[in-house]
């Protein structure tokens, strides 16, 4: 079982929906990333979490540690947030992460 | 403020030949991870420098090495490199070690194992 699961594998949304992206983890954290990544690779950092709540944008991000899941929300999908949805944990003094394999998210017009 | 730069984007090599990875971190930035991605798979950890020194290596085998410069560069070397080595090879930036800080990644190096 890989310490990081990610749900749905692949998702289609509409223009305009909200979309939801799940991540559950099997280890202690001291830090969880959410990560977007463009066909061709770049990756870009949306939120580092470890308590709480966090929103910029349209982006909400939430924790649960005692669940050990989190989730990533998109309010008014939008075509250019088609890509790959990552998350991975940090434990504890490892400075290494681990990554979920990632969603793949496309949004029609 | 230049980002996470990595050299070359793209790189294609034959089975046994030898790869060198360069990934040049923000300004400030002491600590820099090298991470192994496959198609289809989500990242997978290889090295972590800080302050030049080794902190953190992944299941990989001694094939793989790297260092980190006194300017806080790093590269990324292969040897004998075989067809599985084929990846895209990510390299991420931070400020220092401990999870108080977060990360910035460059866009990768592609690299194909013919």
């Known amino acids: 079982k890989n310490e990081v699961e990610q749900s749905p594998q692949n998702l289609t949304a509409q223009e305009g929906e909200f979309i939801t992206i799940n991540c559950s983890y099997s280890?202690?954290?001291?830090?969880l990333h959410w990560l977007q990544q463009h066909p061709g690779g770049g990756i870009v950092s949306l939120f580092m979490l470890s308590s709480g709540k966090k929103k910029h944008g349209r982006l909400i991000a939430t924790i649960n540690i005692q669940e050990k899941h989190s989730s990533l929300h998109i309010t008014a999908s939008h075509p250019r947030d088609s890509a790959v949805y990552i998350c991975?944990?940090?434990?504890?003094?490892?400075?290494?992460?681990?990554f979920g394999k990632g969603i793949t998210l496309s949004v029609r017009p | 403020d230049a980002g996470v730069t990595q050299s070359p984007t793209h790189l294609i090599k034959t089975r046994g030949q030898q790869v060198t990875l360069r990934c040049s971190p923000i300004s400030g930035h002491k600590s820099v991870s090298w991470y192994q991605q496959v198609l289809g798979q989500g990242p997978q950890f290889i090295f972590q420098?800080?302050?030049?020194?080794?902190?953190g290596r992944g299941n990989f085998p001694d094939r793989f090495s790297a260092r980190q410069f006194p300017n806080y560069s790093s590269e990324l070397n292969v040897n004998a490199l075989l067809l599985g080595d084929s990846a895209l090879y990510l390299c991420?930036?931070?400020?220092?070690?401990?999870?108080?800080?977060?990360?910035?990644f460059g866009s990768g190096t592609r690299l194909t194992v013919v």
């Open positions: 420098y800080y302050e030049k020194e080794e902190r």
């Open positions: 991975a944990v940090r434990s504890g003094a490892n400075s290494k992460l681990t």
């Open positions: 280890v202690g954290i001291s830090a």
């Open positions: 991420a930036s931070s400020l220092g070690q401990t999870s108080n800080y977060g990360y910035t």
